[in-house]
């Protein structure tokens, strides 16, 4: 069973446009979140992260925001930029657990 | 800085076939995981330990054995290859518990014929 879902499998936008990647999530026990990138060939980078206390955490173009009542969180990337062409998986933590579970990963292509 | 570093890169094993991935980071984390990676299935959790003589399962541990007999090693055992461990597999580690930045090898690809 899928506890994190990433129900978009692709997604393309214009470069200088926002990317939007969302995220769905079962596990009303988890407390904290994380989006993670991914080039080919490489290991997945840390790239933002937010506690269920908040709703909103930014680091410069990349903002996340959290709906706990939806189960529900997305990545905001402004401006989009060729570089940011990765997949790009969201994770979630259980209070009180050492497990991080990722989703299945969404793939952006950011189009010059 | 050489971070988290998993050997081999690349093995083919034959079913039946054992063997270990290695995983070590010089970074002093006390938490330590294995992940593989397929095609739709994204990044799932095989095992992971808190801290040295600390293991505990993940989403898909059946087929693997896990030790961390020191901070900076936590080697991945097949004890018994199946055409359905072909994976990539990524070693990470964090300081604490996976809620910061989790640091990831660059993966280890794994054929099982």
């Known amino acids: 069973d899928q506890q994190v879902k990433q129900n978009s499998p692709s997604l393309s936008v214009q470069e200088g446009r926002i990317s939007i990647l969302n995220c769905d999530y079962t596990n009303s026990m988890f407390d904290y979140f994380l989006w993670y990138k991914k080039y080919p060939a490489e290991g997945p980078t840390f790239l933002i992260s937010i506690s269920s206390i908040k709703d909103k955490n930014e680091d410069g173009r990349f903002t996340v925001f959290l709906n706990k009542s939806a189960k529900h969180l997305s990545l905001h990337i402004v401006p989009s930029q060729p570089g940011d062409s990765a997949v790009y998986f969201c994770a979630a933590s259980p209070l009180n657990t050492g497990k991080l579970i990722f989703g299945q990963g969404t793939t952006l292509q950011v189009k010059p | 800085n050489a971070g988290v570093t998993q050997t081999p890169k690349f093995q083919v094993l034959k079913t039946g076939q054992s063997m270990t991935l290695q995983c070590a980071q010089d970074?002093?984390?006390?938490?330590m995981s294995w992940y593989r990676q397929d095609p739709g299935m994204g990044l799932r959790l095989i095992h992971y330990s808190v801290g040295a003589g600390i293991t505990d399962q993940g989403e898909v541990p059946n087929g693997y054995n896990v030790s961390r007999s020191t901070t900076e090693d936590f080697p991945l055992r097949l004890l018994s290859a199946a055409p359905s461990q072909t994976s990539v597999y990524f070693c990470a580690s964090s300081y604490g518990k996976p809620t910061g930045e989790l640091f990831f090898g660059e993966g280890s690809r794994l054929t099982v014929l």
């Open positions: 970074m002093n984390h006390e938490y």
